[in-house]
């Protein structure tokens, strides 16, 4: 396709399960960025990959919180034992360079409930 | 780290009428300063961007103007329409190692026809 997609889009889990969530980037694009978005708030980074390297996962808001990106593409975000705390839209984005100087292309998200 | 904040959270403003959106950083290594728009429901999408090296851009009835020595950048927005009432999320670059963007937590803009 020629935006960045995300899966699923919607995901409803009991508190304690874990949950994956995938980030198809735009072909060519080497960053790759996760972002939390809850309600009412901005847009909180997670992680950052360039090519499959993440240079500084401080932005993982706990150990349960993992991501990885294989082949310089698809990135999974992975939520372990997951939390009511962890209900938000998680957002994935694109770009085409290496630094944060260029346009992310945003992915439409994945709303996560967690009952 | 970088650390971005937005006034007001929420401006309601009259068809027609200019919207103005003020985003402050921290980090004077900043030098790259976008601005994305979210309507309901759907992604971010960058509207216009601008970088340290000039003080004002625009485009259409956007524009963007930047003052590094006071560390704020803001979005005006004239002539306001029904389709400009979004989210917009303003952010900053930070150049230390995770190359991450900080954004703002945005403002609701509402436009009365």
């Known amino acids: 396709g020629a935006g960045v997609s995300q899966s699923p889009s919607n995901k409803v889990t009991e508190k304690g399960k874990d949950v994956e969530l995938r980030c198809d980037p735009i072909s060519g694009h080497t960053a790759l960025y996760w972002y939390r978005q809850s309600l009412g708030q901005g847009l909180e980074f997670l992680i950052y990959f360039q090519g499959n390297s993440a240079p500084d996962k401080s932005g993982l808001p706990s150990d349960r919180f993992s991501a990885e990106r294989t082949g310089g593409s698809v990135s999974t975000l992975t939520i372990q034992r997951t939390q009511q705390e962890d209900s938000a839209v998680y957002l994935c984005?694109?770009?085409?360079?290496?630094?944060?100087?260029?346009?992310?292309?945003f992915g439409s998200g994945t709303q996560l409930s967690v009952l | 780290g970088e650390n971005v904040e937005q006034h007001p959270s929420t401006l309601s403003v009259q068809e027609g009428d200019s919207a103005v959106i003020k985003c402050t950083y921290s980090d004077s290594a900043s030098n790259y300063f976008p601005w994305y728009k979210q309507e309901l429901g759907k992604r971010p999408q960058l509207i216009i961007d601008i970088r340290s090296n000039v003080g004002e851009k625009k485009d259409q009835r956007i524009a963007v103007t930047l003052n590094k020595t006071a560390k704020h950048f803001s979005l005006h927005i004239t002539e306001t329409q029904p389709e400009d009432s979004a989210v917009y999320f303003c952010a900053a670059n930070s150049l230390t190692g995770d190359n991450r963007l900080a954004f703002g937590k945005g403002n609701q803009v509402v436009v009365i026809p």
């Open positions: 984005a694109s770009s085409l360079g290496k630094g944060a100087t260029e346009k992310l292309f």
